[in-house]
């Protein structure tokens, strides 16, 4: 209900002035017919009856001028306290609540030292009023001190209400603001996942292409002269493709809703499966050597996966422009660290034409699970690419990831 009339005031704020500046008015002529005690002792004196118009009608600018309303309803509330004495009714605070109501609508509209300027002259002026012309030359009344706490009683309350309202309004601003950050926090963090799920279906695109041509190029060369290793090829071929199709069915299905039946369960690639990896570019025409040193780390997930991308981007590459047939993996774990080496004895090649993309993802990989990565030829021949990741847990924000070698 409380509401409902807050919402209605808000809509039509002429109406409410109105209607509160007539019974501001009613009440002001209605003191000036009371005596003391209080009781109805007379008609309401003509000239009262005008003065109180007068200030009512004042008080329907005090939304667009607070202060002009505050200075012209304390001159009539002046007015009709110097003419109490002679009119028979006394100058009480019900006198003056015009003047209260443009105090406390310019409490509400400015600021704190504004308000305590207006406030303080509009108590000395009724103050001093009341004092020059009280009635029976009685300079010294209760009802003064009274006139003077109502005046101050209403700048405070409209100061409270003021202070209320502000606070509302930080509060609600604290909540849109973070409403914005979580917003802003959530696409980040959804233009992240994008990025990193385009680097694995580039990883598993670029891999399984280029042994997919590797292999056909194979077939299609010893279809006429050798059939029987052409069938071969051919059948790793389809098998590359096979894998290929899986690879990229369990990434697609990262996209995929939680509960989707159709989604793949099977678990990321990681180290563990670099035997397979390896054979799969030896059935391309590419042998690598795999040797190890140190004993093996348990590895998170994520680096894990890393880890085994790296190796395969580094693969693929010397399968593209090494034009050599055998290469070499070594891993080496030390401690909390984890060093992976892939070298080939192709022919020399700059880092530019080495990798391209492939090797920007490379580093990109290393770097987001806080490591470092080294791509560079060799001295006598060939190239070399170094990759250093922590075998445990730890964020991406460290020292290997702002110390990269320049080639």
Known sequence: MIAQLRLWARRRPRTVDATLAVALSGVTIVSTAMGQPPRITQWPPLPAVV?????????????????????????????????????????????????????????????????????????????????????????????QVGLVGFVLLSSAVADSARSRRDYIAAVEARAELAERTREDEARLRVSAERIRIARELYDVVAHHITLAHAQAATADYLLSTKPDQAQLARRDLTATLASALQELRATVGLLRQTGDETAPL???????????????????????????????????????????????????????HAHTTTASVHLTHTGRLLTITITDDGRRRTTTNAAGYGLIGMRERARAVGGRLRARPRSDAGF?????LPAAPRPPDVTLAHHEDSE
Not at 286 to 299: A, M, Y
């Open 266 to 320: 099977d678990p990321a690639p990681g180290l563990a499966l670099l035997p397979a990896l390896l054979a799969s570019f030896e059935n391309a025409g590419l042998t690598v050597r795999l040797t190890r040193d140190g004993p093996r780390q348990t590895l998170s997930p994520r680096v894990d996966l890393t880890a085994y991308r790296i190796v395969q981007e580094a693969l693929t590459n010397v399968t593209k």
């Open 51 to 143: 003065v109180a118009a007068i200030s009512s009608a004042l008080f329907l600018a005090h939304r667009r001028f607070p202060r002009l309303t505050v200075a012209g309803t304390t001159g009539c509330s002046a007015a009709l306290g110097a003419m109490g004495a002679s009119l028979g009714y006394p100058f009480s605070s019900t006198v003056t609540g015009t003047t209260m109501a443009a105090l406390y609508s310019l409490a509400r509209r400015t600021d704190r030292r504004t308000t305590g300027r207006y406030t303080a002259a509009c108590g000395l002026v009724l103050l001093a009023v009341s004092v020059v012309w009280a009635p029976n030359g009685a300079h010294m009344r209760s009802e």
């Open 384 to 388: 070399e690419v170094i990759v250093e």
